[in-house]
């Protein structure tokens, strides 16, 4: 196969593994039932999974900028696809071969972890250095994202439809090759990187010094606690708390979260030079609060499924806004920039779901409880978007000063 010449193909790549990263995320809850039945798993058991998955990634987002830096965006990406396709194999086939199969599965999520969490660093800034791209490249970046998740939703809803819960493990499988496929297609595409592009970034000290940048951190981070405080549960919720079925729970819990998600981040994509996002955040965050509130406080099923699938419209653009509004200030701020925002997110994701997890264990109310609880991330994001909303242009005299610093070091 040839080299490709055109940034399209790079931007495509890109959204694909976008689109990958949903898999290692969100396969995993999809199966805790089945993981339960076949190997008698705890709801902690469980709960550890998740907040291993975004452990592993957050590990990932610190320790990574510099190295992909060194050795290059093409070959981070290659790796990062590897990573999640030896991952899921090994999710697949180590429970039946070690003598504890959770140890096997918890391996698998490790390994796939580190090419998520790695995937999550590098894409963005891909991205964000391809030539004369799109305003709404970004978005619709994280748009696939989430028809990845719907991808996975439906490919799993029907797989169970044709075949038995016990053989999940050839589900798996076939996932694992998707990320085969498109690390081979990204060989052939035009990269470059961001220094390329703008010139040096910042350093890591001197945008640890820009005031802006805490606000986008714990915006970022509260967006990924709403985003998976709803995600990684909300099919364990459907069958579980309110007795529905598998393909039923599924098709009206996640999916649905899923297709409102990607189409509010593909909408922000397509159209999103039209939106003030300084105007629009604090209400998707009202919003966040309100469906959480619901989900909480409700005794009835289908109301709280809709407020379930109604909270991933109202979550759909904070995680890419985030990083829009953080380039858009920090233009210098380079790979390390997207690594440290991804560690905020990847924060987020791991509070979020883990302490929904933990407190629904010991809860007498459950997930109910679990969800009331989420609820003071969504009332953190609306604090930090009204805080970002009300900064002054004079604010980017510290960032102004610290690139001035850069250039004399």
């Known amino acids: 196969m040839k080299r490709l010449t055109s940034y399209k193909h790079t931007f495509n790549s890109c959204c694909v593994g976008a689109a990958i990263q949903a898999i290692p995320v969100n396969l995993a809850p999809l199966l805790f039932v089945s993981f339960q039945e076949s190997f008698n798993i705890s709801l902690t058991q469980l709960t550890a ?3 291993v998955t975004f452990l592993v990634q957050l590990i990932m987002d610190a320790g990574s900028a510099k190295i992909m830096d060194k050795i290059g965006y093409r070959t981070a990406v290659i790796l990062s696809h590897a990573l999640v396709t030896v991952g899921l194999i090994l999710m697949a086939t180590l429970p039946f071969a070690l003598p504890s199969p959770y140890a096997g599965i918890m391996i698998g999520t490790i390994i796939a972890s580190m090419g998520g969490g ?31 998740y719907l991808g996975v939703v439906l490919v799993t809803v029907c797989y169970f ?50 005031k802006r940048f805490y606000l986008f951190f714990i915006l970022i981070l ?74 909480a406080v409700s005794n009835q099923p289908l109301f709280s499924l809709i407020a379930c699938a109604l909270s991933g419209l109202a979550v759909s653009i904070m995680w890419p806004s985030a990083l829009d509004l953080a380039s858009r ?17 990847d924060v987020g994701c791991t509070l979020g779901p883990s302490i929904v997890g933990y407190v629904s264990d010991v809860s007498d109310y459950g997930l109910k409880g679990g969800m009331a609880v989420a609820i003071i991330f969504a009332a953190t994001y609306i604090v930090a978007s009204l805080a970002i909303g009300n900064l002054k242009k004079s604010d980017n005299a510290q960032i102004l000063e610290n690139r001035l610093n850069d250039n004399l070091n």
């Not at 891909?126 to 990845?148: Q, R, T, W």
């Not at 996932?175 to 052939?188: K, W, Y």
């Not at 709803?230 to 099919?235: F, I, L, P, T």
């Not at 919720?237 to 529905?244: D, P, T």
């Open 329 to 345: 200030n920090i233009s210098k701020g380079g790979t390390a920039m997207f690594a440290l925002m991804a560690l905020g997110g």
């Open 118 to 148: 790695i995937a999550e660093v590098i894409i963005s800034p891909v991205v964000e250095a391809i030539p004369d791209k799109s305003v709404g490249n970004m978005s619709i970046l994280h748009s696939c994202y989430c028809f990845g």
């Open 161 to 210: 439809l044709i075949f038995d819960k016990n053989t999940w493990q050839y589900l798996i499988l076939f996932f694992s090759v998707i990320p085969v496929i498109n690390g081979i297609f990204f060989l052939f595409v035009p990269c470059t990187s961001l220094d390329e592009q703008r010139g040096e970034s910042m350093s890591l000290l001197n945008l640890l010094k820009s």
């Open 222 to 295: 509260c967006a990924g606690a709403c985003e998976q405080a709803m995600g990684q549960w909300v099919s364990y919720f459907a069958e579980k708390g309110l007795n529905l079925s598998k393909t039923f729970g599924d098709l009206v819990g996640p999916f649905t979260f899923a297709l409102l998600m990607g189409a509010g981040r593909l909408l922000y994509g397509l159209f999103g030079k039209n939106i003030r996002l300084k105007t629009i955040l604090p209400i998707l965050g009202f919003a966040t609060l309100l469906c959480f509130i619901a989900v």
């Open 49 to 51: 999974l998740i907040t």
